[in-house]
C-alpha cells in the first residue's frame, strides 16, 4: 500500500490469478474469492482492536493509539530493514522443537518415542499449513515493502483522535465495514462494473454503502447523516490514493461536522 492503492493491487493479483487459470493451472475463482475473504477477516479483527476504547472506557484513547502505532511502525521497519527476520525466527523455533522432541525420543520407550515422531510431523504440517495461509493473504508489495496497510490504518486513526476525538468511533466503524464489503463483493462479482477512474466497483460500493448505513442506523444515527456519512465513506474508499489512511480520517471529521451521537 505503499505507492500502490489497496484496490489496485487487488485488481492486479486477482488479473494475475485469473491468467494462472486461462493458463490451464487448476486455481477456481472461488479460491480467489476465498483469500480475500480470509485478508478482510484479519482487517475486520484488527479495526476491532482499535475500536476497544470506545467499549472499554478505562483506556485512555489517545495513549492506546499512539502505543499501537508505535509497535505497527517498529515491526514495519523491522520487516523492511531485516526482511528475512520472519523466516530466522520460525527457523529457530523449528530447531528449538525439534531438539526438545529429540531429546523426549532418546529417553522416551520405544511407543512413547514413535508418538513423538507422529507429533512432530504433526506440528511441522501445521507450521507449514499457516506459512502457507499466510503466504496467500499476503500482497505483493507487501512482500516488498512491508505491512504499510496496517501502519497507515493505525496512524490514520491516531490522528483522527487528536482532532476529533469521540467522533474517531465512526471513521474506525468505516475501516471496519466499507473496505472489507467493497472488496468482498468486488471480487465476488468478478469486477463486472468498475467505478470511473476507480478500481473499485458498483457492485462493491452498492455493497458498502448500505452495510455501513445498516450499521450508523442501527446505532441510532438519523437516517439522512447516515446516509451521508455512508456516501462519503464509500466515496472515500473508492477514490483515495490510500483508504486505510484516509477513511478514518474523513469520515471522522464528517461526524464531526454533522455532530453525530458519541454518547
Do not use: C
Request: aromatic fraction near 10%; charge should be positive; proline fraction near 5%.
Amino acid at each position: 500500500m505503499f505507492s500502490i492503492p489497496l484496490q489496485k493491487s487487488l485488481i492486479e493479483d486477482t488479473i494475475y490469478l485469473l491468467r494462472k487459470i486461462h493458463m490451464g493451472k487448476k486455481l477456481r475463482i472461488d479460491e480467489i474469492a476465498r483469500t480475500e475473504l480470509e485478508r478482510k477477516i484479519l482487517h475486520i479483527s484488527l479495526s476491532l482492536l482499535l475500536i476497544l476504547p470506545y467499549f472499554w472506557t478505562e483506556l485512555n484513547a489517545p495513549i492506546y493509539f499512539a502505543i499501537i502505532a508505535l509497535l505497527a511502525n517498529y515491526f514495519n521497519a523491522l520487516l523492511l530493514k531485516k526482511p528475512l527476520l520472519p523466516q530466522e525466527i520460525k527457523r529457530n523455533f523449528t530447531n528449538m522443537r525439534r531438539n526438545i522432541i529429540l531429546a523426549f525420543i532418546q529417553r522416551a520407550p520405544q511407543p512413547l518415542a514413535k508418538n513423538l515422531e507422529t507429533i512432530d510431523l504433526l506440528f511441522e504440517k501445521i507450521e507449514k499449513g499457516i506459512e502457507e495461509e499466510i503466504s496467500k493473504i499476503e500482497r505483493n508489495y507487501e512482500k516488498i515493502g512491508g505491512y504499510i496497510g496496517i501502519t497507515h490504518g493505525v496512524l490514520g486513526v491516531l490522528v483522527s483522535e487528536v482532532l476529533f476525538s469521540k467522533y474517531t468511533f465512526y471513521g474506525i466503524l468505516a475501516l471496519m465495514i466499507v473496505d472489507p464489503a467493497s472488496s468482498v463483493i468486488s471480487v465476488f462479482t468478478k469486477f463486472k462494473h468498475r467505478l470511473p477512474r476507480s478500481w473499485s466497483t458498483l457492485e462493491g460500493s452498492i455493497a458498502a454503502f448500505l452495510a455501513f448505513f445498516l450499521v450508523l442506523y442501527t446505532l441510532g444515527v438519523p437516517a439522512s447523516q447516515a446516509i451521508l456519512i455512508s456516501l462519503i465513506g464509500v466515496i472515500t474508499e473508492a477514490y483515495a490514493i490510500e483508504d486505510n489512511l484516509l477513511i478514518p480520517v474523513i469520515v471522522s471529521f464528517s461526524a464531526y461536522i454533522l455532530l453525530l451521537p458519541t454518547s
